[in-house]
Protein backbone atom coordinates (compact mmCIF):
# COMPACT_ATOMS: atom_id res chain seq x y z
CA UNK A 1 0.00 0.00 0.00
CA UNK A 2 1.25 3.29 -1.01
CA UNK A 3 1.47 5.77 1.57
CA UNK A 4 -0.54 9.36 0.14
CA UNK A 5 1.40 11.80 2.71
CA UNK A 6 5.21 10.55 1.31
CA UNK A 7 4.73 8.42 -1.56
CA UNK A 8 6.73 5.34 0.47
CA UNK A 9 5.19 1.90 0.67
CA UNK A 10 4.13 1.18 3.98
CA UNK A 11 2.92 -1.71 5.55
CA UNK A 12 -0.83 -2.77 4.83
CA UNK A 13 -3.79 -4.56 5.84
CA UNK A 14 -4.59 -6.14 2.71
CA UNK A 15 -3.08 -9.49 3.58
CA UNK A 16 -5.30 -12.28 4.73
CA UNK A 17 -6.36 -13.48 7.86
CA UNK A 18 -6.07 -16.54 9.98
CA UNK A 19 -8.12 -19.45 8.77
CA UNK A 20 -10.96 -19.23 11.43
CA UNK A 21 -11.13 -22.48 13.67
CA UNK A 22 -13.71 -25.26 13.50
CA UNK A 23 -16.94 -24.28 14.37
CA UNK A 24 -16.08 -20.59 14.17
CA UNK A 25 -18.39 -18.08 12.52
CA UNK A 26 -17.17 -17.57 8.93
CA UNK A 27 -16.66 -13.65 8.07
CA UNK A 28 -17.34 -12.56 4.20
CA UNK A 29 -14.54 -11.87 2.08
CA UNK A 30 -12.92 -8.58 1.92
CA UNK A 31 -14.35 -6.30 -0.71
CA UNK A 32 -11.90 -4.69 -3.12
CA UNK A 33 -14.05 -2.91 -5.58
CA UNK A 34 -18.01 -1.67 -5.94
CA UNK A 35 -18.65 -4.29 -8.08
CA UNK A 36 -17.40 -7.16 -10.44
CA UNK A 37 -18.96 -8.85 -13.13
CA UNK A 38 -20.75 -11.65 -11.34
CA UNK A 39 -23.58 -11.39 -9.47
CA UNK A 40 -22.41 -13.17 -6.66
CA UNK A 41 -19.56 -10.14 -6.08
CA UNK A 42 -22.05 -7.91 -7.12
CA UNK A 43 -24.67 -9.38 -4.02
CA UNK A 44 -21.73 -9.12 -1.44
CA UNK A 45 -20.85 -5.58 -2.70
CA UNK A 46 -24.21 -4.34 -2.07
CA UNK A 47 -24.12 -6.10 1.42
CA UNK A 48 -21.04 -4.36 1.97
CA UNK A 49 -22.48 -1.38 1.19
CA UNK A 50 -25.52 -1.69 3.75
CA UNK A 51 -22.87 -2.96 6.63
CA UNK A 52 -21.40 0.58 5.69
CA UNK A 53 -24.39 2.05 6.10
CA UNK A 54 -25.11 0.54 9.02
CA UNK A 55 -21.92 1.24 11.46
CA UNK A 56 -21.92 4.86 9.59
CA UNK A 57 -25.38 5.35 10.97
CA UNK A 58 -23.75 4.61 14.55
CA UNK A 59 -20.94 7.02 13.78
CA UNK A 60 -23.74 9.83 12.95
CA UNK A 61 -25.72 9.74 16.04
CA UNK A 62 -22.31 9.47 18.45
CA UNK A 63 -21.05 12.84 16.47
CA UNK A 64 -24.66 14.77 16.01
CA UNK A 65 -25.22 13.65 19.83
CA UNK A 66 -21.96 15.49 20.74
CA UNK A 67 -23.65 18.41 19.71
CA UNK A 68 -26.75 18.67 19.41
CA UNK A 69 -27.17 19.51 23.24
CA UNK A 70 -25.11 22.79 23.33
CA UNK A 71 -28.46 24.10 21.28
CA UNK A 72 -30.88 22.70 23.55
CA UNK A 73 -28.71 23.57 26.74
CA UNK A 74 -30.84 26.79 27.37
CA UNK A 75 -33.87 25.31 27.12
CA UNK A 76 -32.67 22.34 29.51
CA UNK A 77 -31.60 24.41 32.02
CA UNK A 78 -34.90 26.40 31.90
CA UNK A 79 -36.93 23.16 32.14
CA UNK A 80 -34.89 21.46 34.96
CA UNK A 81 -34.25 24.37 36.94
CA UNK A 82 -30.38 23.26 36.15
CA UNK A 83 -27.69 25.21 37.36
CA UNK A 84 -24.41 26.50 35.13
CA UNK A 85 -22.64 23.79 36.69
CA UNK A 86 -25.15 21.18 36.31
CA UNK A 87 -25.45 22.03 32.53
CA UNK A 88 -21.40 22.25 31.85
CA UNK A 89 -22.17 18.31 33.10
CA UNK A 90 -24.66 17.42 31.04
CA UNK A 91 -22.94 18.87 28.04
CA UNK A 92 -19.13 18.01 29.51
CA UNK A 93 -20.11 14.05 31.20
CA UNK A 94 -20.93 12.41 27.37
CA UNK A 95 -17.20 13.89 26.02
CA UNK A 96 -15.44 12.81 29.26
CA UNK A 97 -17.05 9.41 30.04
CA UNK A 98 -16.52 8.99 25.77
CA UNK A 99 -13.22 10.31 25.69
CA UNK A 100 -11.72 7.96 28.65
CA UNK A 101 -13.02 4.81 27.62
CA UNK A 102 -12.76 4.44 23.71
CA UNK A 103 -9.17 3.20 24.28
CA UNK A 104 -11.17 0.48 26.89
CA UNK A 105 -13.92 -0.10 24.20
CA UNK A 106 -11.42 -0.84 21.01
CA UNK A 107 -10.03 -3.36 23.62
CA UNK A 108 -12.96 -4.96 24.18
CA UNK A 109 -13.57 -5.37 20.48
CA UNK A 110 -10.66 -7.10 20.19
CA UNK A 111 -11.43 -9.64 22.67
CA UNK A 112 -15.07 -10.32 21.69
CA UNK A 113 -15.36 -9.19 18.43
CA UNK A 114 -16.23 -5.55 16.34
CA UNK A 115 -19.74 -6.90 15.40
CA UNK A 116 -20.91 -8.00 18.95
CA UNK A 117 -19.44 -4.94 20.60
CA UNK A 118 -20.97 -2.49 17.97
CA UNK A 119 -24.31 -4.01 18.80
CA UNK A 120 -23.55 -3.68 22.26
CA UNK A 121 -22.38 -0.18 22.26
CA UNK A 122 -25.33 0.45 20.23
CA UNK A 123 -27.53 -1.19 22.54
CA UNK A 124 -26.55 0.95 25.68
CA UNK A 125 -26.42 4.51 23.49
CA UNK A 126 -29.76 3.74 22.42
CA UNK A 127 -31.08 2.66 25.76
CA UNK A 128 -29.56 5.69 27.67
CA UNK A 129 -31.16 7.96 25.35
CA UNK A 130 -34.61 7.13 25.97
CA UNK A 131 -33.36 7.44 29.28
CA UNK A 132 -31.97 11.06 28.89
CA UNK A 133 -35.39 11.99 27.02
CA UNK A 134 -37.45 11.04 29.69
CA UNK A 135 -35.06 12.17 32.96
CA UNK A 136 -36.99 13.67 35.51
CA UNK A 137 -34.15 15.97 36.89
CA UNK A 138 -30.60 17.30 36.32
CA UNK A 139 -28.97 14.15 38.16
CA UNK A 140 -30.70 11.38 35.97
CA UNK A 141 -29.85 13.72 32.83
CA UNK A 142 -26.39 13.75 33.85
CA UNK A 143 -26.07 10.31 34.97
CA UNK A 144 -27.45 9.09 31.98
CA UNK A 145 -25.86 11.33 29.74
CA UNK A 146 -22.50 9.51 30.90
CA UNK A 147 -23.60 6.00 30.41
CA UNK A 148 -24.25 7.37 26.82
CA UNK A 149 -21.20 8.60 26.45
CA UNK A 150 -19.80 4.89 28.04
CA UNK A 151 -22.51 3.35 24.88
CA UNK A 152 -20.60 5.75 22.48
CA UNK A 153 -16.83 4.99 23.35
CA UNK A 154 -17.72 0.99 23.28
CA UNK A 155 -19.25 1.38 20.06
CA UNK A 156 -17.23 4.02 17.54
CA UNK A 157 -14.02 2.07 17.76
CA UNK A 158 -15.56 -0.70 16.42
CA UNK A 159 -16.03 1.71 13.21
CA UNK A 160 -12.61 1.80 11.94
CA UNK A 161 -12.37 -2.44 12.95
CA UNK A 162 -15.55 -3.50 11.04
CA UNK A 163 -14.11 -0.96 7.99
CA UNK A 164 -10.40 -1.99 8.35
CA UNK A 165 -11.71 -5.75 8.38
CA UNK A 166 -14.17 -5.78 5.82
CA UNK A 167 -12.64 -3.88 2.91
CA UNK A 168 -9.72 -3.21 0.74
CA UNK A 169 -7.64 -1.18 -1.47
CA UNK A 170 -9.60 1.97 -3.21
CA UNK A 171 -12.97 0.20 -1.26
CA UNK A 172 -11.25 0.97 2.04
CA UNK A 173 -10.56 4.33 0.69
CA UNK A 174 -13.76 4.88 -0.34
CA UNK A 175 -15.02 3.84 3.36
CA UNK A 176 -12.66 5.77 5.19
CA UNK A 177 -13.56 8.58 3.29
CA UNK A 178 -17.29 8.20 3.91
CA UNK A 179 -16.26 8.05 7.91
CA UNK A 180 -14.72 11.59 7.51
CA UNK A 181 -17.62 13.24 5.85
CA UNK A 182 -20.06 11.78 8.63
CA UNK A 183 -18.14 13.09 11.12
CA UNK A 184 -17.98 16.47 8.97
CA UNK A 185 -21.30 16.83 8.14
CA UNK A 186 -22.76 14.92 12.02
CA UNK A 187 -21.17 18.22 13.77
CA UNK A 188 -23.04 20.63 11.43
CA UNK A 189 -26.33 18.46 11.51
CA UNK A 190 -26.57 18.38 15.74
CA UNK A 191 -26.22 22.38 15.82
CA UNK A 192 -29.04 22.63 12.82
CA UNK A 193 -31.13 19.87 14.24
CA UNK A 194 -30.94 21.01 17.92
CA UNK A 195 -32.24 24.37 16.72
CA UNK A 196 -35.12 22.79 14.83
CA UNK A 197 -36.19 20.31 17.18
CA UNK A 198 -36.03 22.47 19.97
CA UNK A 199 -37.74 25.10 17.90
CA UNK A 200 -40.44 22.63 16.95
CA UNK A 201 -41.07 21.90 20.78
CA UNK A 202 -42.64 18.41 19.29
CA UNK A 203 -45.70 17.63 21.08
CA UNK A 204 -44.81 19.98 24.04
CA UNK A 205 -41.93 18.03 24.68
CA UNK A 206 -39.57 20.55 24.44
CA UNK A 207 -35.59 20.05 24.28
CA UNK A 208 -36.44 15.73 24.97
CA UNK A 209 -36.87 14.65 21.14
CA UNK A 210 -33.27 15.88 20.70
CA UNK A 211 -32.41 12.64 22.55
CA UNK A 212 -35.42 10.76 21.65
CA UNK A 213 -34.81 10.99 17.78
CA UNK A 214 -31.52 8.60 18.50
CA UNK A 215 -33.59 6.05 20.00
CA UNK A 216 -36.35 4.75 16.07
CA UNK A 217 -32.87 4.87 14.55
CA UNK A 218 -31.22 2.96 16.98
CA UNK A 219 -33.81 0.59 16.97
CA UNK A 220 -33.81 -0.04 13.43
CA UNK A 221 -29.83 -0.06 13.12
CA UNK A 222 -29.93 -2.89 16.16
CA UNK A 223 -32.33 -4.99 14.08
CA UNK A 224 -30.51 -4.92 10.44
CA UNK A 225 -26.69 -5.03 12.12
CA UNK A 226 -26.61 -8.73 13.30
CA UNK A 227 -27.67 -9.57 9.43
CA UNK A 228 -25.70 -7.39 7.88
CA UNK A 229 -22.58 -6.97 9.61
CA UNK A 230 -20.18 -9.79 9.39
CA UNK A 231 -19.67 -12.43 12.15
CA UNK A 232 -17.03 -12.65 14.35
CA UNK A 233 -14.36 -15.04 14.58
CA UNK A 234 -11.19 -14.86 17.58
CA UNK A 235 -8.74 -12.49 16.97
CA UNK A 236 -5.28 -14.34 16.37
CA UNK A 237 -3.90 -10.80 18.08
CA UNK A 238 -6.45 -10.97 21.24
CA UNK A 239 -3.96 -9.90 24.25
CA UNK A 240 -6.10 -9.55 26.88
CA UNK A 241 -7.31 -6.18 28.96
CA UNK A 242 -3.77 -5.37 30.23
CA UNK A 243 -5.66 -3.85 33.26
CA UNK A 244 -2.71 -1.76 35.18
CA UNK A 245 -2.74 -0.02 31.94
CA UNK A 246 -6.41 0.36 31.17
CA UNK A 247 -6.63 2.07 34.98
CA UNK A 248 -3.24 4.02 34.33
CA UNK A 249 -4.65 5.59 30.73
CA UNK A 250 -8.20 6.07 31.71
CA UNK A 251 -6.80 8.05 35.12
CA UNK A 252 -4.48 9.86 32.72
CA UNK A 253 -7.21 11.10 30.24
CA UNK A 254 -9.86 11.76 32.65
CA UNK A 255 -7.54 14.18 35.13
CA UNK A 256 -6.76 15.92 31.26
CA UNK A 257 -10.58 16.02 29.84
CA UNK A 258 -12.62 17.01 32.87
CA UNK A 259 -10.32 20.48 33.28
CA UNK A 260 -10.36 21.38 29.03
CA UNK A 261 -14.23 20.47 29.76
CA UNK A 262 -15.11 22.57 32.51
CA UNK A 263 -12.14 24.31 33.21
CA UNK A 264 -13.24 27.31 30.84
CA UNK A 265 -16.47 27.74 32.26
CA UNK A 266 -15.28 27.64 35.95
CA UNK A 267 -12.81 30.09 35.00
CA UNK A 268 -9.50 28.05 34.94
CA UNK A 269 -9.50 27.47 38.78
CA UNK A 270 -6.57 25.84 40.28
CA UNK A 271 -7.85 22.57 40.49
CA UNK A 272 -7.96 22.64 36.71
CA UNK A 273 -4.34 22.98 36.56
CA UNK A 274 -3.32 20.61 39.18
CA UNK A 275 -5.60 18.31 37.70
CA UNK A 276 -3.78 18.51 34.25
CA UNK A 277 -0.32 18.55 35.82
CA UNK A 278 -1.42 14.90 37.58
CA UNK A 279 -2.98 13.77 34.05
CA UNK A 280 0.49 14.47 32.24
CA UNK A 281 2.27 12.73 35.12
CA UNK A 282 -0.23 9.95 34.74
CA UNK A 283 0.28 9.55 31.23
CA UNK A 284 3.78 9.24 31.33
CA UNK A 285 3.56 6.87 33.93
CA UNK A 286 0.94 4.69 31.48
CA UNK A 287 4.19 5.12 29.45
CA UNK A 288 6.43 3.62 31.09
CA UNK A 289 4.70 1.23 32.36
CA UNK A 290 3.99 0.00 29.20
CA UNK A 291 7.46 -0.10 28.05
CA UNK A 292 8.31 -1.75 30.53
CA UNK A 293 5.46 -4.45 29.80
CA UNK A 294 6.54 -4.51 26.49
CA UNK A 295 10.56 -5.40 27.16
CA UNK A 296 9.32 -7.96 29.56
CA UNK A 297 7.53 -9.91 26.77
CA UNK A 298 3.83 -9.02 27.75
CA UNK A 299 0.86 -7.18 25.69
CA UNK A 300 1.26 -3.53 26.39
CA UNK A 301 -2.55 -2.07 25.50
CA UNK A 302 -1.77 -0.39 22.60
CA UNK A 303 0.74 -2.61 19.90
CA UNK A 304 3.95 -1.34 19.47
CA UNK A 305 3.54 -1.72 15.83
CA UNK A 306 0.89 0.59 15.89
CA UNK A 307 2.79 3.22 17.27
CA UNK A 308 6.01 2.42 15.47
CA UNK A 309 4.19 1.74 12.23
CA UNK A 310 5.78 4.22 9.46
CA UNK A 311 5.08 7.98 9.89
CA UNK A 312 2.78 7.07 12.43
CA UNK A 313 3.48 9.91 14.98
CA UNK A 314 3.72 12.26 12.28
CA UNK A 315 0.26 11.82 10.75
CA UNK A 316 -1.54 11.54 14.76
CA UNK A 317 -0.20 14.58 15.07
CA UNK A 318 -1.27 16.08 12.07
CA UNK A 319 -5.01 14.08 13.10
CA UNK A 320 -4.95 15.77 16.30
CA UNK A 321 -4.02 19.28 14.72
CA UNK A 322 -6.99 19.00 12.09
CA UNK A 323 -9.79 18.17 14.99
CA UNK A 324 -8.20 21.08 16.61
CA UNK A 325 -8.69 23.68 14.05
CA UNK A 326 -12.17 22.27 13.30
CA UNK A 327 -13.55 22.33 16.51
CA UNK A 328 -12.28 25.80 17.50
CA UNK A 329 -13.22 27.72 14.35
CA UNK A 330 -16.66 26.42 14.96
CA UNK A 331 -17.16 26.75 18.73
CA UNK A 332 -15.22 30.56 18.17
CA UNK A 333 -17.31 31.47 14.98
CA UNK A 334 -20.71 30.16 17.05
CA UNK A 335 -20.09 32.33 19.70
CA UNK A 336 -19.12 35.11 17.51
CA UNK A 337 -22.33 34.36 15.18
CA UNK A 338 -24.58 34.33 18.28
CA UNK A 339 -23.35 36.94 20.50
CA UNK A 340 -22.05 39.36 18.27
CA UNK A 341 -24.05 39.19 15.37
CA UNK A 342 -26.87 38.06 17.48
CA UNK A 343 -27.96 35.20 14.64
CA UNK A 344 -29.99 32.31 15.69
CA UNK A 345 -28.97 29.02 16.21
CA UNK A 346 -30.93 27.69 12.90
CA UNK A 347 -29.06 29.87 11.31
CA UNK A 348 -25.72 29.45 13.27
CA UNK A 349 -25.70 26.04 11.96
CA UNK A 350 -26.86 26.79 8.38
CA UNK A 351 -23.63 28.57 8.04
CA UNK A 352 -21.45 25.86 8.83
CA UNK A 353 -23.06 23.78 6.15
CA UNK A 354 -20.39 25.13 3.11
CA UNK A 355 -17.61 23.92 5.16
CA UNK A 356 -19.73 20.35 6.47
CA UNK A 357 -20.43 20.13 2.59
CA UNK A 358 -17.21 20.93 1.59
CA UNK A 359 -14.94 18.92 3.87
CA UNK A 360 -17.62 15.77 3.69
CA UNK A 361 -16.76 15.97 -0.12
CA UNK A 362 -13.19 15.77 -0.49
CA UNK A 363 -13.43 12.78 1.99
CA UNK A 364 -15.17 11.16 -0.31
CA UNK A 365 -13.72 11.77 -3.90
CA UNK A 366 -9.93 13.09 -2.74
CA UNK A 367 -9.00 9.63 -4.33
CA UNK A 368 -10.48 10.54 -7.56
CA UNK A 369 -7.82 13.09 -8.10
CA UNK A 370 -4.79 11.80 -10.20
CA UNK A 371 -2.29 9.45 -8.19
CA UNK A 372 1.27 11.77 -8.63
CA UNK A 373 -1.20 14.57 -6.57
CA UNK A 374 -1.71 12.34 -3.41
CA UNK A 375 1.43 12.94 -1.98
CA UNK A 376 0.93 16.77 -1.30
CA UNK A 377 -2.43 17.12 -0.61
CA UNK A 378 -1.66 16.50 3.12
CA UNK A 379 0.68 19.48 3.22
CA UNK A 380 -1.57 21.46 0.69
CA UNK A 381 -4.33 20.51 2.55
CA UNK A 382 -2.96 22.39 5.25
CA UNK A 383 -1.69 25.59 3.72
CA UNK A 384 -5.11 25.95 2.35
CA UNK A 385 -6.91 25.63 5.54
CA UNK A 386 -4.52 28.41 6.55
CA UNK A 387 -5.60 30.79 3.70
CA UNK A 388 -9.44 29.83 4.13
CA UNK A 389 -8.95 30.83 7.88
CA UNK A 390 -7.54 34.21 7.30
CA UNK A 391 -9.74 34.89 4.36
CA UNK A 392 -12.78 34.08 6.88
CA UNK A 393 -10.93 36.20 9.48
CA UNK A 394 -10.45 39.06 6.99
CA UNK A 395 -14.57 38.86 5.85
CA UNK A 396 -15.05 39.36 9.44
CA UNK A 397 -12.80 41.58 10.70
CA UNK A 398 -15.49 44.76 10.34
CA UNK A 399 -18.27 43.55 12.34
CA UNK A 400 -20.46 42.56 9.87
CA UNK A 401 -21.66 39.13 8.87
CA UNK A 402 -19.03 38.99 5.45
CA UNK A 403 -21.00 38.17 2.56
CA UNK A 404 -20.46 36.63 -0.20
CA UNK A 405 -16.49 36.32 0.76
CA UNK A 406 -17.14 35.10 4.14
CA UNK A 407 -19.37 31.88 2.70
CA UNK A 408 -16.10 31.22 -0.02
CA UNK A 409 -14.13 30.86 2.68
CA UNK A 410 -16.00 28.77 5.14
CA UNK A 411 -16.42 26.55 2.29
CA UNK A 412 -12.22 26.54 1.32
CA UNK A 413 -11.80 25.78 5.29
CA UNK A 414 -13.86 22.60 4.46
CA UNK A 415 -11.76 21.76 1.59
CA UNK A 416 -8.79 22.43 3.45
CA UNK A 417 -9.69 20.27 6.34
CA UNK A 418 -10.63 17.37 4.33
CA UNK A 419 -7.71 17.43 2.15
CA UNK A 420 -5.47 17.82 5.50
CA UNK A 421 -7.47 14.44 6.85
CA UNK A 422 -8.95 12.29 4.69
CA UNK A 423 -5.90 11.10 3.06
CA UNK A 424 -4.04 11.55 6.25
CA UNK A 425 -6.51 9.39 7.99
CA UNK A 426 -5.69 6.79 5.38
CA UNK A 427 -2.56 6.56 5.46
CA UNK A 428 -2.60 5.63 9.04
CA UNK A 429 -5.18 3.31 9.11
CA UNK A 430 -2.95 1.46 5.79
CA UNK A 431 0.25 1.74 8.06
CA UNK A 432 -0.78 -0.95 10.42
CA UNK A 433 -1.57 -5.05 9.54
CA UNK A 434 -5.02 -5.93 9.94
CA UNK A 435 -4.41 -7.65 12.93
CA UNK A 436 -3.65 -4.75 15.13
CA UNK A 437 -7.12 -3.01 13.54
CA UNK A 438 -8.30 -2.66 16.78
CA UNK A 439 -5.28 -0.88 18.30
CA UNK A 440 -5.02 1.36 15.53
CA UNK A 441 -8.91 2.33 15.73
CA UNK A 442 -8.70 2.94 19.39
CA UNK A 443 -5.90 5.35 18.96
CA UNK A 444 -7.24 7.11 16.22
CA UNK A 445 -10.71 7.70 17.64
CA UNK A 446 -9.15 9.14 21.01
CA UNK A 447 -6.55 11.48 18.95
CA UNK A 448 -9.42 12.34 17.17
CA UNK A 449 -11.67 13.21 20.32
CA UNK A 450 -8.55 14.93 22.47
CA UNK A 451 -8.06 17.10 19.35
CA UNK A 452 -11.93 18.37 19.61
CA UNK A 453 -11.71 19.28 23.23
CA UNK A 454 -8.36 20.79 23.27
CA UNK A 455 -9.41 22.81 20.10
CA UNK A 456 -12.80 24.53 21.94
CA UNK A 457 -11.02 24.40 25.34
CA UNK A 458 -7.68 26.50 24.05
CA UNK A 459 -9.29 28.27 21.30
CA UNK A 460 -12.56 29.10 23.05
CA UNK A 461 -10.46 30.35 26.08
CA UNK A 462 -8.57 33.05 23.80
CA UNK A 463 -11.71 34.59 22.27
CA UNK A 464 -13.37 35.24 25.61
CA UNK A 465 -10.49 36.37 27.01
CA UNK A 466 -9.96 38.68 24.08
CA UNK A 467 -13.38 39.47 24.18
CA UNK A 468 -13.14 40.15 28.33
CA UNK A 469 -10.59 42.59 26.94
CA UNK A 470 -11.98 44.50 24.12
CA UNK A 471 -15.44 45.02 25.62
CA UNK A 472 -18.72 44.50 23.24
CA UNK A 473 -17.28 46.71 20.68
CA UNK A 474 -14.21 44.70 20.04
CA UNK A 475 -15.69 41.24 19.05
CA UNK A 476 -14.63 41.52 15.90
CA UNK A 477 -10.95 42.18 16.65
CA UNK A 478 -11.57 39.17 19.42
CA UNK A 479 -12.56 37.00 16.67
CA UNK A 480 -9.45 37.94 14.16
CA UNK A 481 -6.81 37.20 17.02
CA UNK A 482 -8.69 33.89 17.67
CA UNK A 483 -8.21 33.44 13.55
CA UNK A 484 -4.67 34.38 13.57
CA UNK A 485 -3.68 31.37 16.30
CA UNK A 486 -6.36 29.23 14.35
CA UNK A 487 -4.69 29.54 11.16
CA UNK A 488 -0.56 29.41 13.29
CA UNK A 489 -2.09 26.18 13.99
CA UNK A 490 -2.67 24.84 10.60
CA UNK A 491 0.68 26.14 9.78
CA UNK A 492 2.35 24.38 12.53
CA UNK A 493 0.27 21.22 11.38
CA UNK A 494 2.08 21.27 7.94
CA UNK A 495 5.33 21.99 9.39
CA UNK A 496 5.24 19.29 11.38
CA UNK A 497 4.17 17.21 8.80
CA UNK A 498 7.85 18.29 6.72
CA UNK A 499 10.00 17.87 9.64
CA UNK A 500 8.94 14.29 10.20
CA UNK A 501 8.91 12.99 7.26
CA UNK A 502 12.69 14.42 6.96
CA UNK A 503 13.44 13.10 10.25
Known sequence: MRDHTTGK?????????P????????TPPAIKRGGTDNGVADGRAKDSGRLLAIVLAG????VLDAFVVNVAAPSIG?????????LQLVIGGYTVAYAVLLITGARIGELLGPRRTFLAGLAVF?????ACGLAADTGQLIGFRAVQGAGAAVMIPQVLGIVQRTFTGAARTRAIGAYTAVMAVGAVTGQVAGGVLVGADLFGAGWRPVFLVNVPIGVLLLVAGPRLIPGDRPSAAARGLDLPGLVLLAGALTLLTVPLVLGREAGWPQWSWWSLGAGGLLLAAFAAYEAARARRGGAPLIAPRVIGAPGMPRKVVRIAV?????????FVLTLHFQNALHYSPLRTGLTFVPTALAYGAVGLWWRLLPRWLHPVLVPGGFVLLCAALLGAGLALRGGGDGGAWAFLAYAGVGVGLGFAHSPNLAAALASVRREHAADASGLV???????????????GALYLNRLAAEGADGAARALWVSVLALAGAAA???VAGVAGRRS
Do not use: E, H, I, K
Open 492 to 494: FGW
Open 59 to 62: QFMA
Open 9 to 17: TTGTLTSGA
Open 78 to 86: GDLRASGAA
Open 445 to 459: VTVNQVGLLLGTSLF
Open 19 to 26: PAPAGAPS
Open 126 to 130: TGASL
Open 322 to 330: VMAVNAGYM
